[in-house]
């Protein structure tokens, strides 16, 4: 894995469909119409946020955790020439032994069901491999959400197994989670 194409300078990843770009401060109302939306974080390990400063703080925390070289949110543009930001992707627990990375993504509701979630996991699988050169990307999944394991096995990851209360998420408690996974090899098929 080559982290350091990572985090050298903020990676801005684009395709015909989508672009992912860095959350900017610019960005607030986008931002706090995802996070203040309880339906966005149904199945989710993250607590809705009602509060505009509170999510104007957490704009910062993106930075920070970037700087710290431990994850990478990318604001979600339907289009290149788009300033709403639509969504929000990330990439975190970067493995450097094993050679591996976790990802996670949302959309603001509005955006559901348009396949902006799909491309966007697209582009974002095809920058780990073949530019950071990662031989893993997997992604945690509550077992009801179905929109989330849609996205996933259009993208070609496979389920690996239930979880069994394996994780403490906020607001739900400890939660089964279904594994999903997809390997360069497979990939490069």
Same mark, same amino acid.
């Given at each position: 894995?080559?982290? !350091? ?20 401060? =610019? ?10 939306? !309880? ?43 788009? =300033? ?8 975190? !627990? ?5 050679? @591996? ?68 998420? =906020?607001? @739900?408690?400890?939660? !089964?989670?279904?594994?999903? =996974? ?8």
């Amino acid at each position: 894995m080559n982290i !350091d194409v990572v985090f050298e300078q903020f990676p801005i990843l684009k395709s015909d469909a989508i672009l992912l770009k860095k959350i900017e401060d =610019s960005h607030l109302d986008d931002v706090y119409e995802i996070y203040s939306n !309880d339906k966005v974080f149904e199945f989710c390990g993250i607590i809705p946020k009602h509060n505009k400063s509170t999510v104007q703080n957490m704009i910062g925390h993106f930075e920070r955790d970037y700087y710290k070289r431990s994850r990478v949110k990318w604001g979600i543009f339907a289009t290149a020439e788009s =300033s709403q930001l639509v969504g929000i992707i990330e990439a975190l !627990d970067f493995d450097q032994k094993v050679n @591996k990375v976790t990802i996670g993504y949302f959309l603001a509701e509005s955006q559901w069901g348009k396949g902006i979630a799909a491309a966007a996991v697209q582009l974002l699988v095809k920058y780990l491999f073949e530019e950071v050169n990662v031989n893993r990307i997997q992604a945690e999944v509550m077992p009801l959400n179905d929109r989330s394991k849609r996205v996933l096995l259009k993208n070609g990851f496979v389920l690996e197994g239930t979880l069994r209360q394996a994780a403490l998420w =906020s607001g @739900k408690g400890v939660v !089964d989670l279904e594994m999903y =996974s997809i390997l360069k090899v497979d990939y490069m098929k």
